[in-house]
């Protein structure tokens, strides 16, 4: 028996300390939630997790890069659709300026409003800013647009697409239209009889403006100052970048023959009602923009491009459509916009309700809105001369104002006696055409998908035909020696292959080359015409680039955003906690420590048996 040396003690209080060390480093990690606290727990995992932490901070700003990428772009794509809107006017006076029953002072007057629209141009793109940059700038590439030959692809995928308009898609919205309405089917069947080529039409495939904005347009002339429509110069153009060919998704063929209709609609009353579609002097016996868009609307469907989703949405939990339950959420929805400003949503509801007020019966259907809207036309062909408010006031029984009050205020209450109220009208509609179109020329109002229009028309037989197939391929390409370019980073490597150069155009009416274009003779105005629409060609060509720097900023960060996930989920397996694993140590180091004080309390005891040797 020694006292100098315990031993015992000594290996108790070494095990013990290992053990407190131990819960020390198990408290550390289960409390910060890491299990790499310092250099000391794992050198090798600490280096690979600080370069991953570089590639996860730099990726997430990197996606943030892109976003502010699209933010410029969509603003860029947001003041050209302005100029675009400008330029379209700019080229409809200067064909009206074009006509020879115009005067000197008749085309000074049309010029002074062009020459206001080019400084709107100008000062557009002068202002046009992001995060104080020049989107616009002067000195940025000037654009310029060349008319190419397009590939045996191209060309064979567009020849199929126009093949199935010309033969199906536009005579079955004809023959549906004029079956259903017969106060307009009488009426141009009748006219057609007595010279059908004045209705013939071109189709144009062709670019318009890019993917997602406008689809298609019909257009027409008219000879002023009788405002008569202008024999054979109707003309269907579709664009080509959002119906490239006849391999379209199940939406895009909705989307497609829901347009087709629509076109055809403002063909039929082009024909029909030329002094009213021309709106030469915005005088109120014009048709207003809502009622015009929203009879295309009644035709196509009105539920086809997501104009009045949030209907939809809310109407799917009804369960019918006498269900009043989301009445005050559809009022909300109609009050958020009007009439005269929403033309493809709430005009689309004005213009369904017009016919609901004008039909006989007092059902939400095919039939009676049917009813009404021929009603509606009937009245108009009978009457050339009455205002646009006169007519519909004497055919609806209510003012246009109040029409429009209705559906603006979301009004629970009818303005007419014995029909419904708007909203309860808007519930019932967009209920019983559920997953449909909500198209009264088609089967039913639920009614959609490939299905708006019929198959069964025959071509010859239609007072409107496509005789005339064209087809138009350009390209954007640069003019200039000064570039002023952005560069967004995209990555975490200092590399041009990081970098998504987006190039700013000068898009003044000096690049555009109609700085100087004008109305003042005949002869200029006939120039003007060519003038402006190169220029829109441009404008497109440029909206079709930034569309296209959108989607593949879109497609890049997605891509960014799956890898910072990825790489964090592997910088978690190295880095953080495993918090079962680690409770699991830290109550067994308990028990032991608890132990360890234990056999070292015990140990320190075993020297007091000395002291009975000396008593």
């Known amino acids: 028996m020694v006292i100098q040396h315990n031993l015992g003690a000594s290996n108790a209080s070494r095990m013990y300390n290992l053990t407190d060390s131990s819960l020390s480093t198990e408290s550390e990690k289960l409390s910060s939630g890491f299990k790499i606290n310092r250099s000391a727990d794992d050198a090798a995992g600490l280096s690979i997790s600080e370069k991953m932490r570089r590639q996860i901070r730099g990726l997430t700003q990197s996606s943030s890069n892109g976003g502010d990428g699209i933010s410029l772009a969509q603003i860029a794509d947001g003041a050209l659709t302005e100029v675009h809107d400008m330029l379209q006017r700019a080229n409809e006076l200067a064909v009206q300026a074009a006509n020879g029953t115009f005067s000197e002072s008749d085309r000074k007057n049309v010029n002074a409003e062009i020459e206001k629209l080019k400084e709107e141009i100008n000062s557009i793109t002068s202002r046009t800013k992001f995060n104080e940059i020049q989107i616009f700038d002067k000195n940025g590439t000037t654009p310029k647009i060349r008319k190419i030959n397009g590939s045996a692809s191209q060309k064979s995928a567009v020849n199929t697409l126009a093949g199935k308009i010309a033969q199906e898609y536009y005579p079955n919205a004809i023959a549906q239209i004029l079956d259903n309405i017969p106060s307009m089917g009488n009426k141009l069947r009748d006219l057609a009889s007595v010279n059908k080529s004045a209705y013939n039409t071109e189709l144009s495939i062709r670019y318009i403006d890019g993917p997602s904005n406008k689809l298609a347009y019909m257009q027409a002339a008219f000879t002023i100052p009788a405002q008569n429509f202008a024999s054979g110069s109707l003309s269907m153009h579709v664009d080509e970048a959002d119906f490239p060919s006849l391999d379209l998704t199940k939406s895009q063929v909705q989307t497609l023959e829901s347009t087709i209709a629509h076109e055809v609609m ?350």
């Not at 109120?284 to 949405?313: H, I, K, M």
């Not at 109407?315 to 269900?323: E, F, P, V």
């Not at 095919?366 to 009404?372: A, F, H, S």
């Open 266 to 615: 403002h063909g039929v009353m082009d024909i029909l009602y030329p002094e009213r579609m021309y709106r030469r002097d915005g005088s109120d016996t014009d048709f207003p923009n809502w009622f015009v868009e929203g009879a295309a609307q009644l035709t196509g469907g009105g539920y086809t491009t997501g104009w009045n989703s949030t209907l939809t949405y809310l109407t799917k939990s009804l369960s019918s459509a006498n269900d009043s339950s989301q009445d005050g959420e559809i009022a909300a929805y109609l009050q958020t916009d009007t009439v005269d400003n929403r033309e493809y949503g709430h005009g689309y509801l004005a213009a369904a309700y017009t016919c609901y007020l004008a039909a006989d019966g007092d059902d939400v259907s095919k039939e009676n809105l049917l009813n009404g809207a021929d009603k509606i036309f009937q009245a108009f062909l009978d009457d050339s001369d009455s205002s646009f408010d006169s007519i519909m006031n004497n055919v609806t029984g209510i003012s246009v104002d109040t029409l429009k009050n209705d559906i603006n205020s979301g009004n629970t209450t009818s303005s007419k006696g014995g029909k419904m109220s708007s909203v309860e009208f808007v519930r019932q509609l967009t209920y019983l055409s559920g997953d449909g179109a909500g198209s009264i020329t088609s089967f039913s109002l639920n009614t959609g998908g490939s299905n708006i229009l019929g198959t069964s028309a025959k071509k010859s037989d239609q007072p409107m035909e496509i005789v005339n197939v064209s087809d138009e391929y350009y390209q954007l390409r640069a003019a200039a020696s000064t570039y002023i370019n952005i560069n967004l980073h995209l990555g975490t490597d200092a590399d041009m292959s990081n970098k998504e150069e987006i190039t700013l155009y000068n898009m003044s009416c000096d690049a555009l080359t109609i700085s100087k274009t004008n109305v003042l003779t005949e002869d200029d105005a006939t120039s003007a015409i060519d003038e402006f629409g190169t220029a829109i060609l441009i404008v497109s060509g440029v909206r079709s680039y930034f569309g296209a720097i959108q989607n593949r900023i879109e497609h890049t960060i997605r891509n960014l955003d799956n890898v910072v996930e990825n790489t964090t989920a592997a910088e978690s397996r190295i880095r953080d906690t495993d918090m079962a694993s680690e409770m699991v140590k830290l109550s067994k180091d308990k028990i032991l420590a608890q132990a360890g004080e234990t056999i070292l309390a015990q140990a320190n005891s075993s020297a007091e048996g000395v002291m009975t040797l000396l008593s």
